[in-house]
């Protein structure tokens, strides 16, 4: 039985949700291991996960020259804000009958339809593995995560492939598209990647209407590495071969968790907690402190990195809270904005009730609640 992760999700990514991140770490790569994604906005590129001794790497293609950067599974630096991968894929891999399927002019996408429906498999996601021949191919690599950043800047956004604003990069023996950044020839390319019955989920692929496939590849020498567009009217297919499915059984949705845990007022400072319980860490989370339901008032803070399983202890001077005489109601609220995606947001409020006498020296804390 396979399993698929995906940590955060494509539709997330292409709206801008880039505050959440899965650390390389934490994703086993021993085995078989099938997957994709894109690194961060400081750190750009697109992910390739392709086997190597028995066990799995990860290349990244860099956006500038479209290279292929072998990533270190160990870093405490390198964090994906889109990541989808697969459990060890060893031995549960179909490998395809290709005189079976239709002729390489039905394109990338068609062949491996063909091909999943001659394995009948009730999957609504399957892996996939092959080895390509090109005559020509049309790679991206998002920079600077711009599929989103062009949604937002651009109010009339009637274009079908979200990919078009990206940097395209063209392989063949000569120049084609003077629009494309011409690398020369790289015709074998090997590639890793998934296929949804249900793109519109936004898990895998893109959620537009016949965009089942999502694929990542690096060249054969493990010079360039990317997004492939198996779709693109200047990629060209020869051949494939070593075509390999991995029907998905379960599929799990990694989301961050914030809660407010804590809150006390101890010497005329109000104190509390934000822990990340959830399964991604989270960059620049908002906390809200806000008296007697006046947000227009409100303190900020930002936490510029909370790693899961992490808390960070905070505490705030009760003097510069616009408190008024008599009691009043302070709620402490983590990403009141709800721009970081969570599995549960009940715990994201605390509030506690405290009394102010009329010369502003006496403070006493009446009661404690837990929103």
Same mark, same amino acid.
């Given at each position: 039985?396979?399993?698929?992760?995906?940590?955060?999700?494509?539709?997330?990514?292409?709206?801008?949700?880039?505050?959440?991140?899965?650390?390389?770490?934490?994703? *086993?790569?021993?085995?078989?291991?099938?997957? /994709?994604?894109?690194?961060?906005?400081?750190?750009?590129?697109?992910?390739?996960?392709? *086997?190597?001794?028995?066990?799995?790497?990860?290349?990244?293609?860099?956006?500038?020259?479209?290279?292929?950067? +072998?990533?270190?599974?160990?870093?405490?630096?390198?964090?994906?804000?889109?990541?989808?991968?697969?459990?060890?894929?060893?031995?549960?891999?179909?490998?395809? %009958?290709?005189?079976? +399927?239709?002729?390489?002019?039905?394109?990338?996408?068609?062949?491996?339809?063909?091909?999943?429906?001659?394995?009948?498999?009730?999957?609504?996601?399957?892996?996939?593995?092959?080895?390509? !021949?090109?005559?020509?191919?049309?790679?991206?690599?998002?920079?600077?995560?711009?599929?989103?950043?062009?949604?937002?800047?651009?109010?009339?956004?009637?274009?079908?492939?979200?990919?078009?604003? /990206?940097?395209?990069?063209?392989?063949?023996?000569?120049?084609?598209? =003077? +629009? !494309?950044?011409?690398?020369?020839?790289?015709?074998?390319?090997? /590639?890793?990647?998934?296929? &949804?019955?249900?793109?519109?989920?936004?898990?895998?692929?893109? =959620?537009?209407?016949?965009?089942?496939?999502?694929?990542?590849?690096?060249?054969?020498?493990?010079?360039?590495?990317?997004?492939?567009?198996?779709? !693109? *009217?200047?990629?060209?297919?020869?051949?494939?071969?070593?075509?390999?499915?991995? *029907?998905?059984?379960?599929?799990?949705?990694?989301?961050?968790?914030?809660?407010?845990?804590?809150?006390?007022?101890?010497?005329?400072?109000?104190?509390?907690?934000?822990?990340?319980?959830?399964?991604? %860490?989270?960059?620049?989370?908002?906390?809200?402190?806000?008296?007697?339901?006046?947000?227009?008032?409100?303190? &900020?803070?930002? /936490?510029?990195?909370?790693?899961?399983?992490?808390?960070?202890?905070?505490?705030?001077?009760?003097?510069?809270?616009?408190?008024?005489?008599?009691?009043?109601?302070?709620?402490?609220?983590?990403?009141? %904005?709800?721009?970081?995606?969570?599995?549960?947001?009940? %715990?994201?409020?605390?509030?506690?009730?405290? @009394?102010?006498?009329?010369? @502003?020296?006496?403070?006493?804390?009446?009661?404690?609640?837990?929103?």
């Amino acid at each position: 039985m396979l399993k698929l992760t995906v940590a955060n999700t494509i539709t997330a990514l292409i709206q801008g949700d880039i505050s959440e991140h899965y650390p390389i770490r934490q994703i *086993p790569l021993q085995g078989e291991v099938i997957g /994709l994604g894109t690194t961060t906005e400081i750190d750009n590129g697109e992910l390739c996960f392709l *086997p190597e001794s028995g066990t799995t790497a990860i290349y990244k293609g860099d956006p500038e020259a479209g290279a292929a950067i +072998l990533q270190d599974p160990g870093s405490e630096l390198i964090h994906f804000p889109y990541v989808c991968f697969t459990s060890n894929g060893s031995g549960l891999g179909i490998p395809i %009958d290709t005189a079976q +399927l239709p002729s390489v002019e039905a394109g990338l996408q068609a062949i491996i339809a063909a091909a999943i429906a001659q394995i009948a498999s009730p999957a609504d996601y399957f892996g996939v593995r092959l080895q390509a !021949h090109w005559h020509t191919l049309v790679v991206t690599v998002a920079a600077k995560l711009c599929l989103w950043q062009r949604r937002r800047l651009v109010r009339d956004s009637q274009e079908d492939n979200v990919y078009e604003s /990206l940097k395209h990069f063209y392989f063949a023996d000569q120049a084609g598209d =003077p +629009l !494309h950044h011409f690398l020369g020839p790289a015709p074998i390319w090997n /590639l890793s990647g998934f296929y &949804a019955r249900h793109p519109e989920t936004g898990l895998v692929t893109v =959620p537009r209407a016949n965009a089942h496939l999502h694929i990542h590849g690096c060249s054969s020498d493990l010079h360039f590495a990317g997004h492939v567009h198996h779709e !693109h *009217p200047n990629t060209q297919l020869v051949s494939f071969k070593e075509l390999i499915l991995y *029907p998905i059984s379960t599929v799990e949705v990694l989301k961050a968790d914030l809660a407010i845990e804590n809150l006390r007022i101890e010497s005329d400072w109000l104190h509390f907690s934000v822990t990340n319980q959830g399964r991604m %860490d989270v960059s620049n989370a908002d906390v809200a402190i806000v008296v007697n339901n006046s947000y227009r008032g409100h303190r &900020a803070l930002r /936490l510029p990195w909370l790693a899961q399983g992490d808390r960070e202890d905070l505490a705030y001077p009760i003097a510069k809270l616009p408190l008024r005489p008599g009691e009043n109601f302070i709620e402490v609220i983590a990403n009141p %904005d709800q721009t970081i995606l969570e599995d549960d947001r009940n %715990d994201n409020r605390a509030g506690i009730t405290t @009394f102010l006498s009329r010369n @502003f020296t006496q403070l006493c804390p009446e009661n404690f609640e837990d929103l």
